[in-house]
């Protein structure tokens, strides 16, 4: 019997709600309309004598046993189709020149339409970054074990599973998974038996400081806390919805979640030890930077990656060399030689 080849643009639920996401995210207005995030409430107190060489500064860091360049990360955004194959690839090979992290779009994708799984598959072209393949944590209610979460590791040679915490999200969906019953025991149960890593991640409403410790007690070994300030998933699903009560009822948690800055020094006052990845509406270096300086390990970006990511290789590699510039100046300005120095500063203030 012949094998049956598909092509990744299949009009699945998953894969149109995927293609969905990503034009929405680029074409309409998402941004959360809160405060944002919190960033804008702390400034670096300038040292006019840095008494430290430019050219010596180093952001080298390590996540899940291997080498950064930078302590910085592509964030979890997409994949499923044809158009998220190319940008995952655009965004892996980036981030193996320059020594970033990477997060996949959610696998959940590839587990049940095998079709879609080379939208995922990455790793050839950042064999030497942490990479971390993602699945929803309410799909843990909905029958996924540790064999699904185990596939996803092995499919994407994922160095770790990351699971999100999406509650508003699925409850804007028309058709959203929504029981989040007991979810944290599902979850230590995973980090239990799992032989890989497992981590948390908001997707841009915020994990508070309470909520931190309870995932880091049940076994979880890394926070992505997903502040608010960047991308408002109940607007982007107003965009998707037919559902008139969920499409009105949006706008009025457009200023929905924890800004980001709270969320970093929340946690890392409950959890000295943890690591945790700051979030949720970065768009520079000078974010980057205030992110590590309240506690972060790596900062994080999303959809400021993701029109330069569709456009060419000269783009987003010119925009990753931007914010590293941005996190050494900055570095330099408040005469931090390292990322120990920058986490242990006193020259960030609030204004």
Same mark, same amino acid.
């Given at each position: ?43 670096? #107190? ?18 899940? %046993? ?13 994949? %499923? ?68 979460? #185990? ?8 160095d770790a599973l990351v699971l999100h915490l999406n509650g508003l999200q699925e409850l804007f969906q028309s058709d959203g998974d929504s029981n989040f019953c007991d979810l944290l025991g599902r979850i230590e149960q995973l ?42 998933w109940s607007q982007v699903e107003k965009f998707r919805s037919t559902d008139p009560i969920r499409t009105a009822a949006a706008d009025a948690f457009a200023d929905w979640g924890i800004p980001t800055a709270d969320c970093v ?14 979030? %949720? ?42 914010i590293e510039f941005e996190l050494r100046a900055a570095m330099f300005g408040i005469g931090a030689v390292n990322l120990k120095h920058l986490s242990g500063t006193r020259r960030l203030i609030q204004k």
């Amino acid at each position: 019997m012949t094998e049956q080849i598909f092509s990744s643009e299949t009009n699945t639920d998953i894969t149109r709600r995927k293609k969905e996401h990503v034009d929405i995210c680029l074409y309409e207005e998402v941004k959360g309309q809160g405060e944002g995030t919190g960033f804008d409430r702390y400034r670096f #107190r300038h040292l006019a004598l840095p008494e430290i060489d430019f050219a010596e500064i180093d952001i080298s860091n390590e996540f899940l %046993g291997r080498f950064m360049k930078a302590p910085l990360m592509i964030s979890s955004m997409t994949g %499923g189709t044809d158009e998220a194959t190319r940008i995952n690839i655009r965004l892996a090979a980036t981030a193996e020149r320059r020594g970033w992290a990477m997060g996949l779009g959610s696998v959940r994708a590839s587990i049940e339409h095998p079709h879609t799984a080379p939208s995922f598959q990455v790793r050839k072209y950042a064999p030497n970054v942490p990479l971390l393949a993602n699945l929803g944590a309410v799909q843990l209610n909905y029958g996924y074990g540790i064999d699904e979460c #185990r596939k996803a590791v092995e499919l994407t040679e994922a160095d770790a599973l990351v699971l999100h915490l999406n509650g508003l999200q699925e409850l804007f969906q028309s058709d959203g998974d929504s029981n989040f019953c007991d979810l944290l025991g599902r979850i230590e149960q995973l980090c239990e038996n799992a032989e890989f890593p497992v981590g948390v991640k908001e997707v841009g409403w915020g994990i508070d400081g309470e909520t931190a410790k309870a995932l880091l007690d049940v076994g979880v070994s890394f926070i992505d806390l997903a502040g608010a300030g960047g991308t408002s998933w109940s607007q982007v699903e107003k965009f998707r919805s037919t559902d008139p009560i969920r499409t009105a009822a949006a706008d009025a948690f457009a200023d929905w979640g924890i800004p980001t800055a709270d969320c970093v020094r929340e946690a890392r006052v409950v959890a000295p030890d943890a690591y945790l990845i700051a979030s %949720g509406g970065l768009t520079n270096g000078v974010d980057a930077a205030k992110g590590i300086a309240l506690g972060a390990n790596l900062a994080s970006f999303g959809r400021a990656l993701l029109a330069p990511a569709i456009h060419s290789d000269e783009l987003i590699d010119e925009l990753f060399g931007r914010i590293e510039f941005e996190l050494r100046a900055a570095m330099f300005g408040i005469g931090a030689v390292n990322l120990k120095h920058l986490s242990g500063t006193r020259r960030l203030i609030q204004k």
